[in-house]
């Protein structure tokens, strides 16, 4: 308990001031979300505040920010359009339908991310190997600069004759584009230069009340965080603070239809959203040498996404971008995520006026400082001083992060890795051959698995071999079942054969389940006192005695 109340307590002023910084950068960003999801942006900002919130409270990062971030968004896209055709169909038709379809999913999200927690599926994440942490943090780097670009266009709401809505985007021009981009750059140049003036001010939060000022007293016709929302069919920022959405028990029918329709988008959410929070948790653990709790984290992610839906917001996760700029303001306890909701809350009901003034410019510069600092701009010098499967693995997770999405790029990369490590392994086995007193003996190094069975089984020749043959298993190592099948082939081909054969060196649990699936390796098996003492990973009664460390 002590120690948990630390991390609210390391440096209230960075924390509070850091949180306000990311506040401001978090609001055209959600914004833009909620345009992609053809969602009221208040609903994303609603979201942003309540899971932000709880996952400041609760969660297993202290400086991990969260909010309604774009990686879940776009998975809803679809559904609630499709929700809103559902909705037109019911005997008494319902309006923004695929609004209630969005906040159930929300809630199915979060169950999901609970679970997950519970079953300690967190601690997969260190599964995941550097390269694709690498290509992860680049592409991520990549589409946020994409989206920054973007914010130098004009929206346009077209409404086609069967009611499809459509944005239209257009380049800024002329005088308009240099006044947008000299206040990026000055923005930009604050953040820099600042620091190395005095590192009392915040320097983010110092460059966007500067360009602000800048903006309202010489009266330049920029685009704001105001003329944004609007632009792109909202009202304004201004709301009302978050309640229980009852509307959504009364419209939402409780039947097997619905659960199906929103599952898999619920599913693909969760698991987009874990997955983008646990790999910003390992980046901010590099950054501040600590470590997060993955599991508590996924609750946390849990819980603020089902209570988000209840109250009517939309579903998020772990925001790499803000979580940088939090970090880099010198946010590390869990105050900054609490000062960055509270402060977003506070916007929303009391400070909208204000808040709508902001240039996006001076937002946009912060963005681009991010995209500069988070991008790992060693991987590039890296790239051909590592193995080449590891630099594919690095620009290929890339890649796939800027055209599809963080899951997919994620997988895809674990995936790969995973096949050029078994690979590898594979082909390490190897067979040496010695004869002694009429006995041909196969001494066995390295790795006996799935990968490396039909190597292992080529180097024997059960026809030619002579009469006795031992197999010497005391440099090697069987790790799963296929090895097992391995064994248990070869020693049939030499009985086929008329040949007798030994087995040397195995590990006792292996002795156990090769005399357990046949009576006749008793006879085969020779016990040795210097057997290595290494075990195999399916051996239950292992795990059953509580032999194995199964913690994280």
């Known amino acids: 308990m002590t120690k948990y109340f630390k991390q609210f307590t390391t440096n209230p002023k960075n924390d509070i001031l850091a949180g306000m910084t990311v506040s401001l950068a978090m609001i055209p960003e959600v914004v833009a979300f909620a345009f992609v999801a053809q969602i009221d942006p208040l609903v994303a900002l609603s979201g942003a505040f309540i899971i932000g919130l709880i996952t400041a409270i609760f969660g297993g990062r202290p400086g991990l920010i969260s909010g309604a971030a774009g990686a879940v968004a776009v998975i809803f896209v679809h559904m609630i359009q499709e929700g809103h055709t559902k909705g037109m169909l019911f005997d008494n038709p319902i309006d923004n339908m695929g609004y209630f379809y969005?906040?159930?999913?929300?809630?199915?999200?979060?169950?999901?991310?609970?679970?997950?927690?519970?079953?300690?599926?967190?601690?997969?994440?260190?599964?995941?190997?550097?390269?694709?942490?690498?290509?992860?943090?680049?592409?991520?780097?990549?589409?946020?600069?994409?989206?920054?670009?973007?914010?130098?266009?004009?929206?346009?709401?077209?409404?086609?004759?069967?009611?499809?809505?459509?944005?239209i985007s257009d380049f800024m021009t002329g005088t308009e584009l240099y006044i947008m981009m000299g206040l990026v750059g000055l923005t930009m140049a604050i953040i820099f230069l600042l620091p190395k003036i005095t590192k009392k001010l915040p320097a983010s939060l110092t460059a966007i009340l500067v360009v602000t000022i800048i903006v309202i007293v010489s009266g330049l016709d920029v685009s704001t965080v105001g003329s944004y929302i609007r632009e792109g069919g909202g009202a304004g920022l201004k709301g009302e603070f978050p309640t229980p959405n009852m509307e959504l028990w009364q419209n939402l029918p409780f039947n097997l239809d619905t659960l199906t329709f929103i599952l898999p988008f619920a599913f693909l959410a969760a698991s987009v959203g874990l997955i983008e929070s646990l790999m910003t948790m390992n980046l901010v653990d590099e950054l501040t040498d600590t470590r997060g709790d993955g599991n508590r984290e996924c609750i946390a992610q849990g819980v603020g996404n089902i209570t988000s839906g209840l109250f009517g917001g939309t579903g998020g996760c772990g925001m790499i971008g803000q979580t940088v700029i939090n970090i880099n303001a010198k946010g590390r306890g869990r105050l900054s995520g609490v000062m960055m909701a509270l402060t977003l809350l506070s916007f929303i009901l009391f400070a909208d006026e204000y808040i709508e003034q902001v240039p996006i410019a001076a937002l946009v510069g912060v963005m681009f400082v991010m995209v500069i600092e988070t991008f790992a701009w060693s991987s590039i010098r890296i790239l051909r001083k590592i193995p080449r499967a590891d630099a594919f693995v690095l620009v290929a997770v890339s890649a796939i992060t800027v055209v599809f999405d963080l899951a997919i790029a994620v997988f895809a990369g674990v995936i790969i890795s995973a096949l050029v490590f078994a690979w590898e392994n594979a082909i390490r086995i190897r067979a040496r051959k010695r004869m002694k007193d009429g006995t041909l003996t196969y001494e066995i190094w390295g790795p006996l698995f799935f990968g490396s069975v039909n190597v292992f089984n080529e180097k024997f020749d059960p026809k030619n071999d002579p009469q006795y043959v031992e197999i010497d298993f005391i440099e090697s190592r069987i790790s799963d079942h296929s090895g097992l099948e391995a064994i248990k082939n070869i020693v049939q081909k030499y009985e086929e054969h008329g040949k007798e054969i030994k087995l040397r060196h195995l590990s006792k649990d292996c002795k156990i389940l090769l005399k357990t699936a046949d009576p006749?390796?008793?006879?085969?098996?020779?016990d040795d006192i210097d057997d290595p003492r290494y075990h195999l990973v399916e051996d239950p009664e292992r795990f059953k005695n509580g032999l194995y460390d199964t913690t994280e």
Do not use: C, E
Request: net charge positive; hydrophobic share 60%; glycine share 8%.
């Open 520 to 526: 006749k390796f008793t006879k085969m098996i020779v």
């Open 102 to 167: 969005l906040l159930a999913a929300v809630v199915l999200m979060g169950i999901f991310q609970i679970f997950a927690g519970v079953f300690k599926l967190g601690r997969f994440v260190r599964l995941i190997p550097y390269p694709v942490m690498l290509g992860f943090v680049n592409g991520l780097a990549i589409v946020i600069f994409w989206a920054q670009v973007k914010m130098f266009t004009h929206k346009t709401l077209q409404v086609s004759a069967d009611g499809v809505k459509k944005y």
